[in-house]
Nanobody, 119 residues
Framework: QVQLAESGGGLVQAGGSLRLSCTAS????????MGWFRQAPGKEREFVAS??SRDGRTYYADSVKGRITISIDTLQMNSLKPEDTAVYYC??????????????????WGQGTQVTVSS
């Protein structure tokens, strides 16, 4: 069984930065893509960013472009805004996906880490 664990969340003022990490454990697996999603209270889970492991191709939600950078195991978030407040989840996809933006495409999920941005 594969477990993913997020870390690095917390409370930050608007304009600040956070670096989230995603650590895999358990059964060895090969990820085709890694993604980050977030869910704010009362809202549906939404796509934040994804990266395809083999070619490094990245995709970002319009709301975070220019402020967030994804790598295979981290999510660097800069210039944070109060509307970025949510629980952030990392996810792994083991087979092909094109944009890798649909949460239903992902095979493994972490438990989430809270990010709170104060105004």
């Amino acid at each position: 069984q594969v477990q993913l664990a997020e870390s690095g969340g917390g409370l930050v003022q608007a304009g600040g930065s956070l670096r989230l990490s995603c650590t895999a454990s358990g059964r060895t697996f090969s990820s085709y893509a890694m993604g980050w999603f977030r869910q704010a209270p009362g809202k549906e889970r939404e796509f934040v960013a994804s990266i395809r492991s083999r070619d490094g191709r990245t995709y970002y939600a319009d709301s975070v472009k220019g402020r967030i950078t994804i790598s295979i195991d981290t999510l660097q978030m800069n210039s944070l805004k109060p509307e970025d407040t949510a629980v952030y989840y990392c996810a792994a996809r083991t087979s092909f996906c094109l944009l890798c933006t649909n949460p239903d495409e992902y095979d493994y999920w972490g438990q989430g880490t809270q990010v709170t941005v104060s105004s």
